[in-house]
């Protein structure tokens, strides 16, 4: 629909009515503010007969509080829009002031009275012309006064609004009064948008900032979405039926940026588990200091051994070094396994219990075994840092944002949220979590964030547990995914060929991490 009603015939008692009701109902289809204030200009401009419009809007933020101005000229309907002119400017003095403050109509009659500098510089760089102005306050459902409607003419000022008849007036200000509420309703559920994104953002940042293991995560997962669901609505062939218009990009892009809220319930112990042995801190220091112990013995056994018998020293220092060098050896071994990896064989599993069961003596004198149980456990963890238990403790982050956001009460068109969110750590053959979804029972927007999730994971380089992988070695680990159908297999390949990884390489990542320049090997 146009922005605005043309109409050459004149208004006329028969047909005001059904105007005025039409434009009333083009106000309320606007969906944002600048189309509706064309709208209302347009309008405003006909009914008036006149040149030039403004409407000024206040606007209580930052730098400073005040009027703004938004223009729009009249002119031949074949410039109409080319004459368009929206610029922001802020003001602090002249007519609007006078109107916003008085919340009354002003007339003025420009070859009668004076105008302020800021006046004056705002009719010579856009009415020069203009003999006349006419200003009406706007206000909102609760009588508040939000802009001023300026309206000027060059010429004398008319006695009244030929266009709306003998009633003119009463029915204009009705029209004001209704593009005024309609313009406090715009104005507050954008700002109540903007709210919910600054908070989203906010919570976002809170979970980044929560553990360094995490950092930046929730701020990236987002961007690495919406290019790959840019590169799924320019599909024409795999995904020739998927499209986002705004309110669903929206959707998505809400969910993104909440897409790990449940992290917020994730004890910090296990979030920044960057050891096996690691709790409040890493308990590597205090198996070192048993080795400590331990090495004071064996020193203290040779000593001895030399009192009793000073020509089997020689023996004696060689037994001593050997037994030294083998807690070096085996102290060195676990502070290696303490870093966790891809996988932990068997022997090196049954080493850790071996040499948990040597003996050291504590500040009491009582002997007692080199590991606790506990720490034979932590050790022998096959793969990565975190055992069975902590492992579910952190996929118990997904239910917590699944019931996070299933408590909020989104309007229908965020009503996906939950579901986009909560489905990144699904897997195609139904066996990931925290439902077991299977890739027919997934939304196309959660299978894409399932693969923006595993590679800024993959990719991150602010990780202290690891180094951040080259691109060789991330595409090379989801290719693995997706034949294991864990991804799913057409956004993958949608993912390496519109080289979405390329590009979001080049911006966030290190220059000695892109190590791949063409992905055709990947696919």
């Known amino acids: 629909m146009n922005s605005s009603l043309p109409d050459t015939a004149p208004v006329t008692d028969e047909n005001l009515m059904p105007r005025l009701l039409r434009v009333a109902q083009h106000l309320s289809e606007q969906r944002d503010v600048p189309r509706l204030l064309q709208v209302l200009l347009d309008e405003a401009l006909y009914l008036c007969e006149a040149d030039t419009g403004w409407v000024w809007l206040y606007a209580d933020g930052k730098p400073e509080p005040g009027l703004s101005c938004l223009c729009r000229r009249s002119g031949d309907a074949s410039l109409h ?94 029209l004001l009064t209704y593009a005024g509420i309609a313009l406090s309703n715009l104005s507050q559920v954008q700002e109540l948008k ?17 553990s360094p293991h995490t950092s930046a995560h929730c701020q990236r997962v987002p961007v690495i979405t919406e290019m790959l669901a840019q590169a799924a609505c320019e599909d024409n062939s795999d995904f020739a039926d998927f499209s986002l218009d705004e309110d669903g990009w929206y959707e998505l892009h809400v969910a993104a940026w909440l897409h790990d809220c449940g992290k917020l319930a994730t004890p910090d112990s296990v979030l920044d588990k960057s050891t096996k042995l ?49 807690l070096k050896e085996e102290l060195a071994f676990l502070e290696r396994i303490n870093r966790g990896g891809e996988a932990m064989a068997e022997v090196d599993q049954q080493r850790v219990r071996d040499i948990a069961a040597r003996r050291w003596t504590d500040a009491w004198g009582q002997k007692k075994p080199l590991l606790t149980d506990d720490e034979v456990y932590n050790l022998c963890i096959p793969r990565g ?139």
């Not at 080259?470 to 057409?490: F, T, V, W, Y």
């Open 81 to 174: 829009e080319e004459a368009s002119l929206f610029c922001p400017m802020a003001r602090k003095s002249g007519l609007p002031e006078q109107c916003y403050e008085d919340g009354k109509p002003l007339a003025v009659d420009l070859s009668e009275n004076g105008l302020s500098e800021e006046d004056r510089h705002l009719l010579d760089a856009l009415a020069p012309d203009a003999g006349a102005l006419r200003l009406w306050p706007l206000r909102n459902h609760e009588g508040a006064v939000i802009g001023v409607l300026q309206l000027a003419y060059n010429r004398s000022l008319p006695d009244r609004l030929h266009r709306l008849g003998k009633h003119s007036d009463l029915i204009f200000q009705s």
């Open 194 to 210: 903007e709210l919910l994104d600054a908070f989203i953002k906010v919570l976002a940042q809170a979970i980044d900032a929560k």
């Open 278 to 326: 690691h709790t409040l801190h890493d308990r590597i220091d205090e198996v070192a200091s048993r080795f400590a112990a331990l090495r004071g013995e064996i020193q203290f056994r040779y000593e001895k051994a030399c009192l009793l018998d000073p020509a089997d020293e020689p023996a004696s220092r060689e037994r001593m070094e050997a037994e030294i060098g083998q």
């Open 385 to 523: 840092t975190l055992t069975p238990e902590e492992r579910q403790i952190i996929n118990g982050h997904m239910d917590v944002t699944l019931d996070m956001l299933g408590s909020l009460p989104f309007p229908p068109k965020l009503r996906q949220v939950p579901e986009y969110a909560g489905g990144h750590h699904e897997k195609m053959d139904g066996t990931g979590f925290p439902l077991g979804l299977t890739r027919d029972q997934m939304s196309i927007p959660a299978r894409i964030m399932a693969i923006a999730d595993v590679f800024e994971a993959l990719t991150a380089k602010e990780r202290p547990y690891k180094t951040p992988l080259k691109l060789s070695e991330a595409l090379g680990i989801l290719q693995r995914m997706r034949d294991n159908d864990h991804l799913d297999p057409d956004l993958y390949r949608l993912f390496i060929r519109s080289r979405v990884w390329r590009q979001y390489a080049e911006k966030h990542l290190d220059p000695v991490q892109l190590d791949v320049e063409d992905g055709t090997a990947f696919l």
